[in-house]
């Protein structure tokens, strides 16, 4: 019996050994309209997601460019990747997809690809769902990806981030694994309408911002995130991907030729994100003339000293509102623009997001 306890113990350590290195690298990334004729460098795309071993991309407007998009994955890592993406989902005449990519070598494709059926109409677009697994150990986890709607402001996104609590109860009910929920909820992690989800769940992402603001390269808003119930999964690390770092560009060129979203990821097991400098073949970024704040600032509206004409060039601004703004300076922020008659939360958070005002 001694010899028998002590080759069982043996093999568990070997087993345990040979555990101990499963790994996966997994992000979310809204690719803003991923898909239309913009000018978008499909390259860097590639470049960046290659860091991954999977990633849920919102905002996908033709399915046929995620099938380019894994296919320069798999010439760019060596690696088959896999690809998986949902019907249009929108009302009216504007829809989008989602998309799963994954790098098979790491990753296992276990099924239920699903579209939320969303029995209170809750959702302009329904999340999609699938089960994943670290292909070393087994680990296996639902992966939802979400793109919440924008509208006016939070009061017209709060019924959808409430609504994800249903969500998520049928997403437990549904699959026998931990949850991972991702995506552009374009909501803070504090927003009082996550109280809906209960606190037995949690975001990974807790500070900084993951909008690009073009003008300024700083980070605008903590809209992109991924909620998990903490103890279910091995996670290791989590953060925000600052690409344009990566790329040496400008947040005013990701923007163009990119997106205006960072990824935000998490990993699974003895593994880190690379955030070293990437050198992308044949992208159609042009090369950055410098990317101090200096340099970015060109062509900035200035709210404590532009024009009426400079001004009119503000979301939601015309001839008498930007005559207004002048009459209320000096700003110390943006949100100093709610003391204008008609510039109320949502419409400043417009301005915000826009990111073209000059840094105060």
Known sequence: MPRIRAICLAFALVLATATAHASIRAASWNVRHLGWENGKDLNSVAAVINRFDLVAIEEVMDLETVERLADKLSALSGDDWGRLGSRAIGRGSYKEHYAFVWRKSAVSF??????YLDPGDIFARQPLSAMFSDREDGQRFVF??????YGDGPADRTPEIRALADYWEWLESSFDAPVVLAGDFNMTPDHSAWRALGDATTPLIRRGATTLSSYDNRYANLYDNIWVRPGQLEITSSGIARFPDWLDITHKQARKYVTDHAPVYFTLGDTRVDTSA?????????AAKGRSVASTNDGCIDLNAGSVKELERLDQVGPSRARAII????YEDIDGL???????MSRVADIRQAGNTCPL
Do not use: D
């Not at 276990?110 to 579209?115: D, I, N, R």
């Open 278 to 286: 990437l050198s992308v073949a044949g992208n159609r970024v042009p």
């Open 338 to 344: 709610r003391a204008v008659r008609g510039l109320g």
């Open 144 to 149: 939802a990806a979400v793109h919440i709607l």
């Open 327 to 330: 009459s209320h300076r000096p």
């Open 110 to 115: 276990e099924g239920g690809a699903t579209v």
